[in-house]
């Protein structure tokens, strides 16, 4: 072991080797490579932590507008290296831990994956709250700590299988649990109405069950660490009197049971993609995590405020898709029931709180769930839906007299065999403003999909164009590009895009086309190297890359990707001798497990590189569809035991 070289690289020594010592019990010479990520990630969330403690004690004596994204998935991926970037000391850990003989890049490897998402939604949550730190809003994510995130992928004969992704087996080195937090969610129950003595209407909700969820922070880290928010995550707990009174009538066996029953409710992420998947334990897990957010928000509002004048200007509770739209109708409940403000004051208040994300134009893919349901699982917020949808349809009325088609259209409630709740009307009706995610998709929600309401409210509805963090996906992701766009731009673009502009005239100097064909020629090295150590499979860094990474999907067109390599190959086959690029062709992607079109899809692919692989005359051209789970065809006990 030498010396470190800067008193930072002593000090982060000096913290890893303790994390080492006191927290694992281990000595530097017996500790195995988890011993080791995880010394180094809570040495790096140390750094974090007092930034985290100061930002939120700013928070509190300032009483800023919060923002609070509410969210079913957050697809987080690995934090190790993205919060050594945060708090600038990437170098110093990976000279300090060389110094020491041990691979920075190892350790990564041994982090599994935050799946706490299927794909697009869920990334730009994760996007967003990066974004949001860095820019320093005051903004908080609310979500559920799935215990099992996304599937992991195999396949057997070409054919995809699913594993449960067991990312919490390990513990998890970024959270912490609040049990101070703690909130009860009922479910099921009845209604009582009275009169209280001021004379006022009074509905109480007596639920049947109540399951208690218990928060788990990770702070997430803005860019040079000026600002560190929280992604508070919900974990479902049975609540102890629902145990203790079956276990008092002496069936212990029974009341663990019932125990697990309640705590299934945060147990696994529903994997569909594009698809609305309907079953009864999701709505119980969109009520579940919404309740909990609700709650959060109205105690930390009632800290500094004795009325709910000013809830509207304390926070912007945000949709992210119609997973947590019932949150409209929860901080009415909360309002009115609990806090006994009357329907118009707790209308106004709700309205001027949420805004709602669309993300979908697809009619498969819009939520609306059975009425029979909701009166069983939820019957306070049915009665409450009810409430809004008369008095929005007298408005709809109102205005088109004549249109009595336009008022069924619009209504909350889809009328048929089997009555359902729209949650997109819902959503959009209690939201002062409605977005799409795209300009293109923006402007053909308000033309088709959402047309009546555009109509009756124009102002409502915004674009706001989908993005990605420049932190994680150039910053982190491809170094050599980074330093080459600081060393010509200077620094200031990974916060401010815009200055990428600055780049363009590069364009016209060759040195600087040289270096940026060098990195991509590097980064396809070290791509090639990967999936020669995790896929055993050799392909050709000087081939033309055609990369498609996305859940596997008909409207995604990974099919007419594969029928076009399809075609070149019989092209190539036909004429042998005909000039060509070497090409490797890569796909990436999970299929919901009862998508059985996109399973087909996957078995395909899978049989075209199969053929690929054996043609002679296509000795550097290949075709892989890579097991997105990233570890090759290893599963989690055989990397955890070569680590
Ligand atoms: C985060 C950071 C921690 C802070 C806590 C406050 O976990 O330092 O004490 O949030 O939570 P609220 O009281 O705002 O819910």
Known sequence: MTDPATPEGAALRAAFLNHLRLGRGKHEHNATAYDRYLALARTVRDRIAARWIETHWGYHLADPKRVYYLSAEFLLGRSLRNNFQSVGLLDEA??????????????????????????????????????????????????????????????????????PDEWLRFGNPWEIVRPEYTVPVGFGGHTEESVDATGRWRVRWVPAVRVLGVPYDTPIAGHDLRTVNTLRLWSARASEEFDLDVFNQGDYVKAVEEKTASEVIAKVLYPSDSTWAGRELRLKQQYFFVACAISDIVRRYRQDHADFARFADKAAIQLNDTHPAVAVAELMR???????????????????????????LLAEALERWPVALFERLLPRHLQIIYEINARFLRLVLN?????????????????????????????????????????????????????????????????????????????????????????????????????????????????????????????????????????????????????????????????????HVVALYLRAKRDPQAPRTPQVFLFGGKAAPAYRQAKVIIRFINAVAEVIKLAPQLGRDAVILVNLSGRGDKDLDTVMREA
């Open 94 to 163: 990976r000279s300090a831990l060389r110094e020491m003989g041990i691979d920075f890049a190892e350790l990564e490897e041994i982090e599994p994956d935050a799946g706490l998402g299927n794909g697009g939604l869920g990334r730009l949550a994760a996007c967003f709250l990066d974004s949001l730190a860095t820019l320093g809003y005051p903004a908080y994510g609310y979500g559920i700590r799935y215990e099992f995130g996304i599937f992991e992928q195999r396949f057997e004969s070409g054919w995809q299988v699913e594993r």
């Open 334 to 360: 909360v309002l009115l029931d609990e806090h006994g403000l009357g329907w118009d004051e707790a209308w106004d208040i709700t309205q001027r709180t949420f805004g709602y994300t669309n993300h979908t």
């Open 399 to 563: 205005r088109w007299p004549n249109d009595p088609d336009r008022a069924a259209r619009m209504s909350l409630i889809e009328e048929g065999p089997e009555r359902k709740v729209r949650m997109a009307h819902l959503a959009t009706v209690g939201s002062h403003k409605v977005n799409g995610v795209a300009a293109l998709h923006s402007a053909l929600l308000a033309r088709d999909v959402l047309h009546d309401f555009a109509e009756m409210y124009p102002g409502r509805f915004t674009n706001k164009t989908n993005g990605v963090t420049p932190r994680r996906w150039l910053l982190s992701c491809n170094p050599r590009l980074a330093e080459l766009l600081t060393e010509c731009i200077g620094p200031g673009w990974e916060t401010d895009l815009d200055r990428l502009e600055r780049f363009a005239p590069f364009a016209d100097d060759s040195t600087v086309r040289a270096r940026v064909r060098s990195i991509k020629r590097a980064n396809k090295a070290d791509l090639a190297a990967w999936l020669a150590r995790e896929h055993r499979f050799a392909v050709d860094p000087d081939a033309r890359f055609d990369v498609q990474i996305k859940r596997i999907h008909e409207y995604k067109r990974q099919l007419l990707n594969a029928l």
